[in-house]
Each structure stands twice: as C-alpha cells, then as structure tokens.
C-alpha cells in the first residue's frame, strides 16, 4: 500500500483540519491510536471485513474502505466475527438489495452475541432515503451509515460513533468534489482499476445509477495518470479505467480531454502492459477511441459495449439515444478496425411495453454481432426512475420465457466465438492458483476469456505465452510454452 501522507507529519494536538483529505488523515491517526490501546485490553489485532456488493467502481470505493482501516491498525479477516464490517452495497436491481437484507437478518444474532463488532453501511442503496428509514426502524443495532458522495469520511465517522457511542448516520444528496489521495488496498497485487469519472449523466429510463452515484464528474488527467505510474511502481502491470460512460470523459473539464486522448497518454506509462475499460455507452463510442486503440499495443482488444434492447422503439423508451442499426454499425467499425477484437454485453429482458416483436428484434442483435458473453439481467422496477411508472410492465411469465430463450441463443452464440481461438498461441496474464486444481493456474487472455493450465503460484501476475488446446465453451485449458 502506498503511504500517500506521511503520519508523524500530522499533529493530534493541532486543530482538526478542515482541507481533505488531510483532514481524514487527522482521524486516521487518532483511531490508529485508538485500535492500538485496544489490541493491548485484548491481546490481539483488531480485525475488519469489507463486503461488496455490485459493480466495479464499488469494488475500487472498498478497496479505498480498506486502505484506510489498514492504516489505523485493522488487518483484514475471513472469519464471521470482525471487530468492524463494512457493508459496500448496491441498488441497480431489486435482487441486489435483498442479498443484503438477508446478511443484515444474521448480523442482528452476530451482533447480540458480540456488542462491540462495529457495523458500517454504505454504497449505492443508502443513497435511497426509503431504505435508511427502514434500516433506523428495522436494524437500530447498525453502527455508521454512509452514501456514495461521502466515502472519504469513513475514517471521521468512525471517530464520530465511538465519542457517540449510538448510530450515526450521514448521507449526502450529492457533491461536486473528488478527493484524492487516499490510501486504498488492492486486492490483486499486479492489477488495479482506476476511477476516471463518478456519476453518471445519461438518465437511462430504466436505471437507477444516476440517482444514487449523482452528476458525472471527471477526475483531471494529471490525478490519473500520477495514480497510475504509482501503481506501474508498486508492480501494477493490467489497469482498467472506470466510469459509467468512459466515453464521455473530460468534456466538462476546465481544459477538456477526450477519452481517446488518455488512452494515449495511459499508454505512454511503463510497466503497464494491459489497459481495460468499462463501461462505454454506444451513443458516445467515437472513431477517434476506435482508431486509438486499433493502433494501441496495450489496450486489450475486449469491448465491452451495453445493447439493453435491440428495438429501437425500446431503446428510445430506455433513452438510450441510439438505434438498433447504428448499434450494428459500430460493431462492424470496430470489427472492421479490429477483427480479432471481443465483444461483450448487457441486456436486459422484460423494460416495460417489450413485446414478442421487440425482443425478437434483441435476438436478432445477439445472433448479428456474435457476443463473445453477454450479461443478461430481468428488468427489475426501481423507485424513482421513470421506467418504473411506465404501463404495460411485462407479466413475470413472460419476461422468464423470453429470458430463457435469450440465455440459450447468448449461450450459443458465445460459444462459438469464444471457440475461434483454439490451437493458437496467446499471451495470459496469470491471475491465481486454481481454485479446483491445486496445480493448474487461472489467467485471462486480452480477450478477457479465462485460461486455465498447469502452473504454480510463482506465474502469478506475469505474462505468459499459453498454447490453448482445448476450448470449453466459456473458457480454454491450455499448456504454457518456452
Ligand atoms: N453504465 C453502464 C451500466 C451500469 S449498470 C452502462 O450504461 O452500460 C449495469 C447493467 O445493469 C446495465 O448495463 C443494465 O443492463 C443493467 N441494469 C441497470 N438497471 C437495471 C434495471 N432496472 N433492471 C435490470 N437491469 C438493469
Ligand atoms: Fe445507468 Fe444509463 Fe448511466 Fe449506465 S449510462 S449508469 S445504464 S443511466
Ligand atoms: Fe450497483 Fe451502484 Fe454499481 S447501484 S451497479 S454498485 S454504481
């Protein structure tokens, strides 16, 4: 982890900064104070867990969670019982808020059992003012709750509910800061995703992202790119810029930078070998970012590009601002540019109004651009977007009908594509010892498709050239060469 500010710098008996992240900093030190007097009344290390649900950018915010509990003493823990668990949730369909419903169901036992496990609650579904209500009334014995705009002050609110001593609970409605510098612990040593924007602009009808996240803002070019030669340092060889539409980065900063532009500049910075990222939103894809990375020897030729629906009349209902047949025209410019290149998805099934018409327009599009995968996900009704007042939402029989059949043409067509590559020869970024196989590893191919061969936990995080003997629909098992 890197030590971005150095702590004897910062004096307990100063006033409590007010700039950020210094002033986090500040309570850092006075709980890493804190934790060491209590490792002492109990004669071990204090312990934490962070838990997370959702997408990419939740995964970076917990890594963040984590980078600032190691520096106050935490070290992280598998087992049940942890002296503090964060929560790191997400809202984006219903199912995602019932799987932490159910884990709060057994906190309140954990919790009887052991009063002092610390219980915090943040991400995307504590951005919605019906689910903290519910959280006060229903799990009184939760500790900190928090929202997207404000994971920087973890450290404070910890600070807050030890002088409290009951729940404390700080949401914001949104923000227009980015706070940099803070400290944040990988969970893989030699990849690492990059936030390049927050927040999302785009108001899909159906989507609740834009609600919970707020505005879109970018982070400056200057952060970025320092963030990332830090981690080329620190052994970092794969990273993924993050954003809810990358392709619209930079246009609102004082001195505007295209996508494609820091791409460029990511590409300069040695020691990374592989750049990823996600999402792009169709509407915004340029010939510019095509171009860059046709021309690219680090961006992976993986794209990773939402349909949502392949009926333009749904599309337009979704506010998507494309149609189906320019969706088919960008994968053919970007097959045409980069004929090898892998094409990955979401779709989702049942958006109010669907009919059998409209999704056969979808399936149409799956069998046309030939996903390499596609995620697939049922329409699910989120409170306050504009979908969710919609008529006509689709009976559950039939969505599942209609889901069934997508999931048996994705998987299909996916297999095929991913098949192409069998016999040949490609680099792999080894990830980690098999999970079944005690001898084999697991890496990924450029592509993003999984390899698995015989190896040991001395591959992991370096390049290998990887003979793929035999594809297995979603993945390949493979002989490493030389
Ligand atoms: N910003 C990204 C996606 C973020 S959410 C983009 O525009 O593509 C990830 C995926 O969840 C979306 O692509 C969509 O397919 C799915 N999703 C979002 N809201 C949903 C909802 N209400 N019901 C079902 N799926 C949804
Ligand atoms: Fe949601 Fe659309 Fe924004 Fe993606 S682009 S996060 S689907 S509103
Ligand atoms: Fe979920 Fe929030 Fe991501 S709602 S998908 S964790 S932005």
């Avoid at 419903?101 to 579904?125: E, F, Q, R, S, V």
């Avoid at 998805?345 to 651009?369: H, M, N, R, S, Y």
């Avoid at 999931?407 to 020869?425: I, P």
Wanted: proline content about 4%; aromatic content about 8%; some cysteine.
């Amino acid at each position: 982890m890197f030590h971005m500010i150095d702590f004897d710098q910062i004096d307990l008996l100063a006033p409590v900064p007010n700039g950020e992240p210094m002033r986090q900093y500040y309570f850092m030190k006075l709980l890493k104070n804190w934790v060491s007097k209590r490792e002492e009344e109990l004669g071990r290390k204090l312990t934490y867990q962070c838990r997370t649900f959702g997408c990419q950018m939740n995964a970076k915010d917990s890594e963040k969670f984590a980078g600032m509990l190691e520096e106050m003493g935490f070290v992280s823990s598998e087992e049940d019982v942890v002296d503090i668990v964060v929560y790191n949730t997400c809202t984006v369909r219903e199912n995602a808020n019932q799987r932490v419903y159910g884990h709060l169901g057994n906190l309140k036992t954990l919790k009887k059992k052991h009063p002092d496990m610390m219980i915090a609650m943040c991400g995307c579904m504590m951005q919605e003012p019906d689910v903290v209500e519910k959280l006060k009334k229903s799990y009184p014995f939760i500790d900190i709750i928090f929202g997207t705009h404000n994971i920087f002050q973890f450290p404070e609110l910890i600070q807050k509910r030890i002088e409290k001593g009951s729940m404390v609970v700080d949401i914001w409605d949104g923000t227009d800061m980015i706070v940099e510098n803070l400290p944040s612990e990988r969970k893989y040593k030699f990849k690492s995703g990059v936030n390049i924007t927050y927040g999302c602009n785009n108001f899909c009808s159906y989507c609740i992202v834009p609600y919970v996240r707020g505005r879109e803002r970018s982070r400056n070019p200057e952060d970025i790119l320092k963030e990332i030669e830090d981690l080329a340092k620190d052994g970092v060889v794969e990273v993924m810029l993050l954003g809810q539409n990358v392709n619209s980065y930079g246009k609102t900063l004082e001195h505007p930078i295209s996508f494609a532009e820091l791409l460029k500049e990511v590409e300069k910075i040695d020691g990374i070998e592989r750049i990823r990222f996600m999402t792009s939103h169709p509407k915004d894809l340029s010939p510019e970012l095509i171009e860059v990375m046709a021309n690219s020897k680090k961006i992976c030729r993986h794209f990773h590009l939402p349909l949502q629906s392949g009926s333009s009349r749904v599309l337009k209902e979704m506010n998507r601002r494309y149609t189906k047949e320019r969706y088919l025209e960008l994968v053919e410019n970007l097959r045409e540019a980069m004929p090898d290149i892998s094409l990955t998805t979401d779709i989702i099934v049942g958006f109010p109004g669907e009919t059998e018409e409209d999704f056969q327009e979808t399936l149409d599009v799956v069998e046309k651009a030939r996903f390499d995968s596609a995620y697939t996900f049922i329409y699910s009704k989120r409170t306050g977007t504009p979908a969710a007042t919609m008529e006509n939402q689709v009976p559950e029989d039939v969505v599942k009908d209609r889901f069934n059949r997508l999931l048996k043409l994705v998987g299909q067509t996916s297999k095929e594509q991913t098949n192409r590559m069998e016999g040949m020869t490609l680099p792999v970024l080894v990830e980690e010892v098999n999970r079944q196989l005690p001898d084999y590893v697991t890496g990924r191919l450029e592509y993003n498709t999984v390899v698995h061969f015989p190896g040991d936990a001395s591959l992991i995080g370096k390049i290998v050239n990887v003979h793929l003997t035999k594809a297995k629909g979603f993945y390949y098992m493979g002989e490493m060469e030389g």
